[in-house]
């Protein structure tokens, strides 16, 4: 079910010149049936238009006693007030609620395709349902229609404007929890190993390693070491003695 919302300060409706329907304030509800609507849809739907936050909050009204013992009830311009919050049934207002087909068009090339718009006998009984539903949960008297299946004139002089167009299966509603975005699932992906923080360098590390570093060095042997004084006497000693021989 597809519905555009319009909030008025007057709506209208002529079929053959003549009007039929006539609101002062509330909403103009222009109503879209599909294939795939029940009886619970369009209750939901109903119940939604009726609730709907639309008008600024109420201005508060006080009341004072006269001397004669009457009474007179002041109303206060206090600024600013809530915005959307209050509804059509908050504020005593009206609801024209009109059928059309056409919200579910589809466009072939320039031409619009309405197979996506439920056959006129059933989507009528549809209609009737919403409009029912709409005077059990608020008032009979403040709910009007046009006249399914017959050409129309709608006016309507838009407060705002404000026009909120809805379908009764879009995600995101308040009773439902949003969705996350762009969420990548991490389910089966390998886990990465976590790095062990460096210990922090201090200055009686870096004394101890380079310590380390000049023991390690004194230790290896050396290949170009030159004999001492002592020793080059002991050749020479020998070289001497076996000469003598």
């Not at 006016?155 to 299966?169: A, C, H, M």
């Not at 089966?188 to 101890?208: R, S």
Request: with cysteine; glycine share 6%; hydrophobic share 25%.
């Amino acid at each position: 079910m597809r519905l555009v919302i319009q909030r008025v300060l007057e709506a209208s409706v002529k079929v053959d010149g003549t009007y039929i329907s006539k609101t002062g304030p509330g909403l103009l509800v222009l109503v879209g049936i599909t294939h795939t609507d029940t009886k619970d849809t369009i209750k939901k739907a109903a119940l939604k238009v009726l609730k709907m936050r639309l008008w600024h909050e109420k201005k508060k009204t006080t009341t004072t006693k006269t001397a004669d013992g009457g009474e007179i009830e002041e109303t206060k311009d206090e600024e600013p007030r809530k915005t959307w919050a209050c509804s059509v049934m908050d504020y005593d207002y009206e609801v024209l609620a009109v059928s059309q087909f056409t919200l579910y068009a589809v466009l072939k090339g320039n031409k619009p395709d309405f197979h996506n718009a439920r056959e006129p006998k059933s989507a009528s009984e549809l209609f009737e349902n919403f409009c029912d539903e709409l005077r059990k949960n608020y008032k009979a008297d403040k709910i009007q229609t046009g006249k399914f299946q017959h050409y129309m004139n709608v006016g309507l002089v838009n407060d705002g404007p404000v026009t909120i167009v809805w379908d009764t299966d879009e995600k995101g509603d308040s009773d439902q929890s949003p969705s996350p975005i762009n969420v990548k699932s991490t389910k089966g992906a390998p886990k990465k190993e976590k790095k062990k923080p460096e210990e922090p360098k201090t200055k009686a590390t870096e004394e101890n390693k380079t310590q380390e570093g000049k023991e390690a060095v004194s230790n290896e042997p050396t290949q170009t070491e030159k004999p001492t004084d002592n020793q080059k006497t002991e050749v020479t000693t020998k070289v001497n003695e076996n000469e003598t021989k």
